[in-house]
């Protein structure tokens, strides 16, 4: 049986750097507010006028994770790409990687599973390959949250959070079982998907019936976020879904070499890293720079680690998130 392994990273954040006291000058908030809560110092976002959307900062992290991967586009037979803001309704990004990055006609599937997105996205290539349909496949993470926040008061509680970016990775097929992707696992509760959510437009809410309504306190077309509902369930389920992947594989949680969770919130990371026992050198964070960059956050992060040199061969690294839908699950790899 084949197996899969990341051969190559990338990222790519926009230069413009967005400090908590830049917000505290759009909106009723303070430094000390959002660190004390967040962790976050500040995050970047596209300017005006920027090319820089999801798709464009996507082809510009894959392009990196080609190129470090040893491949060629030419070489990738599929494309996975995770994004809750699209640049278009329809069709999804990962067809526009393929146009920027002038690759073969081969497959591409956009993933709408939100901070989960990339977990989910792994392990959609990880099967794809080691069934032996693919030998190696291109997954995105990437994110344009900017341009959809409410920079008022009103949306405080939501747009101090987000962040844009993206990341990619290389997967490709491996016949060592021994490295590479061993386990994921992947969980969803819809009954939640209010709790965090932007209602419209969609096709329940539809963009003439907002022109229509023409009513200024309609927030549906901002993310809605019920913070401290979602913060108790990402505590339970970030450490569920942990737990479940070590057990598949055996493992304990001292067998964890480097745990990559979804830059949520610091609290939620600081607050697993307790309940796992792990040194400040065995979770890695990069919230403070960058804030909550949704499906590219786990991939930023693996991608920042591995620059750093903190990651080793043989390593047990662990990637999980929790997010909106409510979607959660668990990556283990052995590097
Ligand atoms: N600045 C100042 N005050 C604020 C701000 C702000 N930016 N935002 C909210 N407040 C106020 C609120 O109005 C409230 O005031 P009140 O007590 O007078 O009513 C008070 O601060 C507390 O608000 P809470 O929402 O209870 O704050 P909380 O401590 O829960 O922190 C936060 C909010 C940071 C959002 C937290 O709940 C959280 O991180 N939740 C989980 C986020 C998460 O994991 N999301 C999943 C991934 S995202 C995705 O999938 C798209």
């Given at each position: 049986?084949?197996?899969?392994?990341?051969?190559?990273?990338?990222?790519?954040?926009?230069?413009?750097?967005?400090?908590?006291?830049?917000?505290?000058?759009?909106?009723d908030?303070?430094?000390?507010?959002i660190?004390?809560?967040?962790?976050?110092?500040?995050?970047?976002?596209?300017?005006?006028?920027?090319?820089?959307?999801?798709?464009?900062?996507?082809?510009?992290?894959?392009?990196?994770?080609?190129?470090?991967?040893?491949?060629t586009?030419?070489?990738?037979?599929?494309i996975?790409?995770?994004?809750?803001?699209?640049?278009?309704?329809?069709?999804?990004?990962?067809?526009?990687?393929?146009?920027?990055?002038?690759?073969?006609?081969v497959?591409?599937?956009?993933?709408?599973?939100?901070?989960?997105g990339?977990?989910?996205?792994?392990?959609?290539?990880?099967?794809?390959?080691?069934?032996?349909?693919?030998?190696?496949?291109?997954?995105?993470?990437?994110?344009?949250?900017?341009?959809?926040?409410?920079?008022?008061?009103r949306?405080?509680?939501?747009?101090?959070?987000?962040?844009?970016g993206?990341?990619?990775?290389?997967?490709?097929?491996?016949?060592?079982?021994?490295?590479?992707?061993?386990?994921?696992?992947?969980?969803?509760?819809?009954?939640?998907?209010?709790?965090?959510?932007?209602?419209?437009p969609?096709?329940?809410?539809?963009?003439?019936?907002?022109?229509?309504?023409?009513?200024?306190?309609?927030?549906?077309?901002?993310?809605?976020?019920?913070?401290?509902?979602?913060?108790?369930?990402a505590?339970?389920?970030?450490?569920?879904?942990?737990?479940?992947?070590?057990?598949?594989?055996?493992?304990?949680?001292?067998?964890?070499?480097?745990?990559?969770?979804?830059?949520?919130?610091?609290?939620?990371?600081?607050?697993?890293?307790?309940?796992?026992?792990?040194r400040?050198?065995?979770?890695?964070?990069?919230?403070?720079?960058?804030?909550?960059?949704?499906?590219?956050?786990?991939?930023?992060?693996?991608?920042?680690?591995?620059?750093?040199?903190?990651?080793?061969?043989?390593?047990?690294?662990?990637?999980?998130?929790?997010?909106?839908?409510?979607?959660?699950?668990?990556?283990?790899?052995?590097?």
């Open positions: 049986m084949y197996n899969s392994k990341i051969i190559g990273l990338g990222k790519y954040l926009p230069d413009h750097v967005v400090t908590n006291d830049d917000l505290s000058k759009m909106m908030t303070t430094d000390e507010w660190q004390e809560r967040t962790g976050i110092i500040e995050r970047r976002w596209i300017v005006e006028g920027s090319e820089d959307t999801s798709a464009t900062m996507g082809a510009k992290a894959a392009k990196i994770a080609i190129e470090r991967s040893g491949l586009k030419d070489d990738i037979d599929f996975v790409f995770a994004t809750l803001s699209p640049d278009y309704y329809f069709p999804g990004c990962g067809v526009q990687i393929q146009d920027i990055l002038d690759m073969p006609t497959g591409a599937l956009d993933v709408r599973n939100q901070c989960s990339f977990i989910y996205a792994v392990a959609v290539a990880d099967q794809f390959i080691k069934t032996g349909m693919y030998r190696n496949v291109l997954v995105v993470g990437s994110e344009y949250h900017s341009g959809g926040l409410d920079k008022t008061t949306g405080r509680g939501v747009t101090v959070i987000f962040g844009d993206a990341g990619a990775a290389v997967l490709s097929r491996t016949e060592d079982n021994t490295k590479g992707i061993l386990s994921s696992h992947l969980h969803s509760e819809g009954k939640y998907a209010e709790e965090l959510t932007v209602i419209g969609s096709i329940k809410h539809w963009v003439p019936e907002i022109i229509e309504a023409n009513d200024a306190e309609d927030t549906s077309y901002y993310p809605y976020m019920n913070g401290t509902f979602v913060f108790k369930h505590v339970v389920r970030f450490s569920e879904a942990i737990i479940e992947g070590l057990e598949a594989n055996n493992l304990k949680k001292e067998d964890i070499a480097m745990l990559i969770p979804h830059q949520a919130n610091l609290r939620i990371s600081q607050f697993i890293q307790r309940k796992f026992g792990l400040d050198d065995q979770v890695f964070n990069n919230i403070q720079k960058y804030g909550n960059t949704t499906a590219a956050s786990v991939v930023i992060a693996l991608t920042e680690a591995w620059e750093e040199g903190k990651i080793h061969d043989g390593d047990t690294v662990v990637l999980a998130a929790f997010g909106s839908g409510f979607t959660w699950g668990s990556v283990i790899m052995r590097w």
